[in-house]
């Protein structure tokens, strides 16, 4: 069956620090891989998407970028985080695109 | 921009009522999907309906694709506590060979025993 993982699940981070959340998947391959922002009680905002390694694409302009340096990881990264960067971070899988499933999410506190 | 409305934002009743959630857009969607998630974890995909009009059963959840494939709805009959949660629907657009979902802004369920 497949799986994925998120990590770190919490941080807190200081304004203009480096930001890197990891995102791996087991049991499947090529997968679409995303990574949403959630603000509390709400909706997911679409962030990037990935259809392949080394395929990034851009849904919002912001501060983040993603990389996918392997078929099943996905990274999410910043220079410098700002406090708008605060939030519940969530990664999520596909194979046929609608049915996504998500991992455990990370929450990100910048202070 | 394609908008996904769910009504009502928050509800809040007592075990053994019934409920129902509304999508509502004004754009297609190939399918829709229902979401479940409770505090600090990630949403878990509870059905995916692809056809108008059909209508798919989850134990006490009756989930319904509109029509025209633009809305749905999810009823729950004699809710209980765990049935406490934020509830998500999801249309699925596709732009060339990849496919998005379109998130609503979420039903924030609780249930009191």
């Known amino acids: 069956s497949q799986t994925i993982h998120q990590w770190p699940a919490t941080l807190v981070q200081p304004v203009g620090s480096p930001l890197s959340l990891e995102c791996t998947v087991e049991g499947t391959s090529n997968p679409n891989l995303y990574w949403y922002r959630q603000a509390a009680g709400r909706g997911l905002q679409l962030l990037f998407y990935s259809v392949g390694i080394g395929q990034i694409s851009s849904e919002v302009p912001q501060n983040l970028s993603a990389s996918r340096p392997q078929d099943r990881q996905f990274i999410l990264s910043s220079k410098k985080l700002l406090l708008s960067d605060s939030g519940f971070y969530l990664c999520?899988?596909?194979?046929?695109?609608?049915?996504?499933?998500f991992g455990p999410g990370t929450r990100l506190t910048v202070t | 921009t394609q908008l996904l409305e769910q009504s009502p934002q928050f509800l809040s009743i007592q075990e053994g009522e019934n409920l129902t959630v509304y999508c509502n857009s004004s754009s297609v969607f190939s399918s829709l999907q229902w979401y479940r998630q409770e505090p600090g974890e990630g949403p878990v995909l509870l059905v995916t309906?692809?056809?108008?009009?059909e209508v798919k059963k989850l134990k006490r959840l009756t989930f319904q694709f509109g029509d025209a494939r633009k809305d749905s709805s999810l009823h729950i009959t004699a809710a209980q506590p765990g049935d406490t949660g934020l509830y998500l629907c999801a249309g699925a657009r596709f732009s060339g060979n990849t496919g998005k979902l379109i998130f609503g802004q979420g039903t924030t369920l609780q249930v009191k025993p």
């Open positions: 999520a899988w596909s194979l046929q695109a609608f049915e996504q499933y």
């Open positions: 309906v692809v056809t108008g009009g």
